[in-house]
């Protein structure tokens, strides 16, 4: 039996709309001698020759406006396509075109009464919105559409694209709002494949949002029907979102035995972006497990270089991400910089505002504690006190620019940072570098912050459980709190400032915040944080503290004195 061609069948585009000759194909139908135009129209449109649409694109024009009272579905065809050609090509001012011309397809589809079109010229529609953060104008188009025919008879691929645009916006929490709302409907009223897609999509936003638990059972009602279909592609979303969700929640185990199923099928598929993504999940499984360090730098870097090959920088971006904080795990400090400061490259290029932002201020921030960690722990540096100090000038620098961007997302609407520890990162390098009002300042945000986040937060991974989801408590401080009892662990001693280091801190802000226990200031409590335990985590020699006679130094630590006093 010869070998089977690898080359991949002919997908005609999601959003392009197929033939509108068969519309014109009477001998009645008027401007019959324009019809060679509309079929190199269509054959462009087929073939996602987009450029070449659109040169020819003003003629097919001249004949739409003609045809707009006598045949409205094949004109709604065209501008639809011409729309969607605008959407692809990106030119300057391409998605104003695009709005436009899909906003004509809609005029028409409603005018020949064929709701089919207009939901693709909606979801076209919604989709330029968004990428131009008009998010409000795309949700008030799809309430308005499923308004006018009815969320249930609204073709599922619809609902998923739409859901999907606002997952990559960033927007989880109303991409979530539409699929778990209308879940009796998708259970109800959708075949077993659309519903499998929506159940992936569900729990995959859900583990986007660390919210680990809430993603456990739709993953689990997907992966049976995945099974059942014979849909590899679906199963393997599942075993890889089942091994992520165990892998975050502690439960390594079951992580791995779900990634190497995962890694098995996506070998079979032939699928190397898939394959490398499911090596990204398994490096992060191995590199939480003490003495595993090493083997997650060899997955990870086998992940990195299969996602090069596979065109997408965000996810490249991503990966090189993590393997920068697994070389930080064996003091590989060159190794981990160059990493990241790639990472940190490729972001500035992505043209999505919100993924840049979010993006750019995790990578600034894993920098930031890179530089800081190399300064607290590179016993071949001492002696050298101003590379030292360079050191944690580019530790601030990059932790300011993170902070900067997870302002502009809070700004925006969305979330940026997960959890408050930039403000930790940035009160222990500007206590180093001798700015003890600004140390205090950050402490007392990262503090300020930590209580706030309140009892469903676990402090080792971040996520929010539900309001009646059992959570391990630090019985001292009062404050920590974890999803399982192998994140309470696993917190307890991993890292310089892990929460046995923090947990007396957190246990004496929580007394000055009640008021139980007003004999302790800010500034004996901090002084005595920076002093007697910040310090003594550092590996190597102290180097002495820059501007430490500083008379604005003196000023500033009055005013911080008073910070945070009930």
């Known amino acids: 039996m010869g070998k089977k061609s690898k080359r991949p069948n002919r997908i005609k585009p999601k959003n392009a709309v197929a033939s509108t000759t068969h519309v014109l194909a009477t001998p009645a139908a008027p401007l019959a001698r324009e019809r060679v135009l509309l079929v190199t129209f269509d054959r462009l449109s087929d073939s996602q020759d987009w450029q070449g649409l659109l040169e020819i694109a003003s003629k097919v024009m001249t004949v739409a406006k003609i045809l707009e009272n006598t045949h409205p579905s094949a004109v709604g065809r ?17 998605i104003e075109q695009a709005i436009v011309y899909f906003q004509k397809s809609i005029e028409m589809a409603k005018k020949a009464g064929n709701e089919k079109f207009q939901v693709g010229g909606s ?34 691929a619809y609902i998923l694209a739409f859901s999907g645009f606002l997952q990559l916006n960033y927007d989880y929490l109303r991409a979530l709002a539409i699929l778990e709302e209308n879940l009796n409907i998708i259970e109800s009223s959708w075949d077993i494949r659309m519903q499998c897609r929506a159940y992936g999509m569900i729990g995959s936003m859900h583990l986007t949002t660390h919210d680990f638990k809430k993603s456990k059972p739709y993953f689990e009602r ?23 969700m165990h892998g975050s929640m502690g439960d390594y185990g079951n992580a791995v035995k779900y990634l190497e199923q995962d890694l098995a099928i996506r070998s079979e598929m032939g699928d190397r972006f898939g394959l490398g993504m499911t090596y990204v999940g398994m490096g992060e499984v191995l590199i939480a497990q003490e003495g595993r360090e090493k083997e997650a730098i060899k997955v990870l870097e086998k992940a990195c270089g299969i996602v090069k090959k596979c065109d997408n920088p965000e996810i490249l971006s991503e990966t090189l ?25 490729i972001i500035q290029s992505f043209e999505n505002v919100r993924a840049r932002n979010t993006h750019q201020g995790l990578a600034n921030q894993v920098l930031g504690q890179t530089y800081l960690e190399q300064y607290c722990n590179d ?43 930039i403000y930790l990162d940035l009160a222990q390098e500007h206590y180093f570098l001798g700015n003890v009002y600004n140390a205090h300042f950050m402490l007392t945000a990262y503090l300020e912050d930590t209580v706030k986040l309140g009892p469903s937060h676990c402090q080792t991974c971040h996520q929010t459980c539900a309001k009646d989801a059992h959570m391990e408590k630090c019985s001292v401080c009062k404050v920590a709190r974890y999803c399982s009892r192998a994140h309470s662990i696993q917190a307890w001693k991993k890292g310089r400032l892990c929460h046995k280091v923090m947990c007396p801190l957190l246990k004496s802000w929580r007394k000055i915040t009640q008021g139980k226990n007003t004999a302790v200031v800010c500034k004996e409590l901090f002084s005595n944080f920076f002093e007697s335990v910040l310090v003594a985590t550092l590996a190597v020699a102290r180097v002495d503290v820059v501007n430490a006679d500083d008379p604005n130094v003196v000023e500033n630590e009055e005013e911080s004195s008073k910070c945070g006093q009930a």
């Not at 501008?79 to 391409?94: C, Q, T, V």
């Not at 679906?234 to 075993?239: G, M």
């Not at 930080?328 to 940190?344: E, F, G, H, Q, R």
């Not at 540096?381 to 300011?400: H, M, N, V, Y």
């Open 78 to 94: 065209i501008y639809h396509n011409i729309g969607y050609a605008h959407k692809e090509l990106d030119l300057a001012g391409g």
């Open 321 to 345: 991400l993590k393997l920068g904080k697994a070389y930080v795990t064996v003091d590989a400090w060159d190794d981990a910089i160059t990493a990241l400061k790639k990472s940190i490259s």
């Open 123 to 156: 979801l076209g529609l919604a989709e330029c919105y968004l990428k131009t953060d008009r998010t409000e104008k795309a949700m008030e188009l799809h309430d308005s559409l499923c308004a006018e025919i009815g969320w249930n008879l609204i073709n599922p």
């Open 379 to 421: 016993a071949s540096l001492l002696g050298t006190p101003g590379k030292r100090e360079e050191l944690l000038r580019q530790a601030s620098f990059f932790s300011d620019a993170a902070l900067d961007s997870y302002r502009i997302c809070e700004s925006e609407g969305y979330t940026g940072k997960d959890d408050p520890t």
């Open 222 to 244: 997907q992966l049976p029907i995945a099974k059942e279909i014979k849909d590899l592609e679906l199963k393997s979303q599942a075993l890889n979102g089942l091994g992520d």
